[in-house]
């Protein structure tokens, strides 16, 4: 035990330089005031608001298909809109939009009348959408005029969805053989039939 003593001794006066030379490193007054300053300066701003912003996942670029002033043919607009969570939704939701047409100048393809009334998906690259009767009974008429309508709803929907690959008409719930009597509409129409339609058709 006697030997205890002494290294108390020792780490004591050790303990007694470290602590000496600890003290001499000291912060300047007018560095401390400097600090203290700063350090109350940041804690008083106002904390900055953070707006979320829309993120992609929240809108989508769309693809709608009108006719062309001349009679020429069809055209596209791109159009950005909120992303419905299924695609039955998102379907209903393009064609809303094609119903309310152009925002560049392009000519309506459907009567302004119509509506959907439901969609329905297969599951084996078809969509059966039911219009509302105006889509028939408002229609101008004309094959040309006719073909657009068929053509520019084939498009749009096949254009923006890679899994609809076909689309079926219905007016009212029933199938019907055409819309204002001229395109055939009793089967699903491809995108490829539906541009061989309009092309037959345009003047």
């Known amino acids: 035990m006697r030997w205890i003593l002494p290294i108390l001794i020792i780490l004591g006066i050790g303990a007694g330089i470290i602590f000496s030379n600890i003290e001499k490193v000291n912060i300047p007054s ?14 008083s701003k106002p904390t900055p608001l953070i707006h979320k912003a829309l993120t992609p ?6 693809v709608l298909t009108f006719a062309v002033q001349d009679d020429s ?3 596209t607009e791109t159009r950005e809109l909120p992303r419905p969570r299924t695609l039955r939704e998102s379907v209903r939701l393009v064609l809303e939009e094609l119903i309310r047409g152009s925002r560049t100048g392009l000519v309506q393809t459907l009567p302004r009348a119509s509506k959907i009334l439901e969609v329905f998906l297969d599951g084996q690259g078809t969509v059966y959408v039911e219009f509302s009767k105006e889509i028939s009974t408002e229609h101008p008429g004309g094959i040309w005029t006719e073909s657009v309508t068929v053509a520019s709803v084939v498009q749009t929907l096949t254009a923006n969805f890679q ?3 076909r689309v079926a008409f ?3 719930g029933k199938t019907q053989e055409t819309l204002a ?3 055939d509409i009793r089967g699903p129409i491809s995108r490829f039939e539906a541009g061989l339609l309009h092309s037959v058709s345009n003047p």
């Open 30 to 43: 007018q560095l401390k005031s400097n600090m203290l300053s700063r350090i109350t300066r940041d804690m």
């Open 57 to 62: 996942k929240d809108r989508k670029q769309y």
């Open 73 to 75: 043919g069809l055209r």
């Open 163 to 165: 899994s609809i690959r």
């Open 170 to 172: 219905l007016v009212g």
């Open 181 to 183: 009597g001229h395109i």
